[in-house]
């Protein structure tokens, strides 16, 4: 099984804060990469999908992008309030399917 | 608007057995790829099994593969899991999700059935 492993697996920072979570694949895998969103007691929200694309009415400070094989980034250029969280990268390439452990965003 | 509710939990002590169902509506069942996806208590996401539209192809993650077998009734619109040998690290949430409408991937999701495996 391909292994996702983020880091890292929590952050503090401010409203206004760049802040960016990194995701690296145990093996190369083509552009089946996700990130998701979950807040505390809700269901999980697809934020990006194949890599970089932004899903529908997601705000365009959240972005998406690869480096090399294996590392995936998703990057929030302004944070804001609503954006504290934890965010979990996913992939899709091929069963089985896999989640990083999660990145739990704090308001410093 | 997609609808997906679970059913079937509960507790069950290590060794025993469990079928989660999942029931549709709001959508088209046969176009899509579902998932069941768990979460334990205060831990991440794990993706757990997933099948096609037919349930021609299915996957299992490796920490239930032989354990677990994920079906579908298109007629039913409904999805389902058994869950045999069940241990203690099975305890979670159980969501059943529904395939992104142009990807793969959960997007759609239930609100979760609760699975405590406990003696």
């Not at chain 1, 400070?61 to 250029?77: A, K, N, Q, Y």
């Not at chain 2, 994920?70 to 999805?79: V, W």
Request: aromatic share 12%; glycine share 10%; charged share 15%.
């Amino acid at each position: 099984a391909i292994q996702l492993t983020q880091s890292p697996s929590s952050l503090s920072a401010s409203v206004g804060d760049r802040v960016t979570i990194t995701c690296r694949a145990s093996h190369g895998i083509t552009s089946a990469i996700a990130w998701y969103q979950q807040k505390p007691g809700k269901i999980p929200k697809v934020m990006i999908y194949d890599v970089s694309s932004l899903e529908s009415e997601v705000p365009s400070r959240f972005s998406g992008s690869r480096s090399g094989t294996d590392f995936f980034t998703l990057t929030i250029s302004s944070l804001q309030p609503e954006d504290f969280a934890t965010y979990y990268c996913h992939q899709f390439n091929s069963y089985p399917y896999t989640f990083g452990q999660g990145t739990k965003l704090e308001i410093k | 608007e997609v609808h997906l509710v679970e059913s079937g939990g509960g507790v069950v002590r290590p060794g025993g057995s469990l079928r989660l169902s999942c029931a549709a509506s709001g959508f088209t069942f046969h176009d899509h790829g579902m998932s069941w996806v768990r979460q334990a208590p205060g831990k991440g996401l794990e993706w757990v099994c997933g099948i096609n539209w037919n349930g021609g192809v299915t996957g299992y993650a490796d920490s239930v593969q032989g354990r677990f077998t994920i079906s579908r009734d298109n007629a039913k619109n409904s999805l389902y899991v058994q869950m045999n040998s069940l241990r203690v690290e099975d305890t979670a949430l159980y969501y059943c999700a529904r395939d992104h409408d142009f990807r793969t991937l959960p997007n759609y999701w239930g609100q979760g059935i609760l699975v405590t495996v406990s003696s």
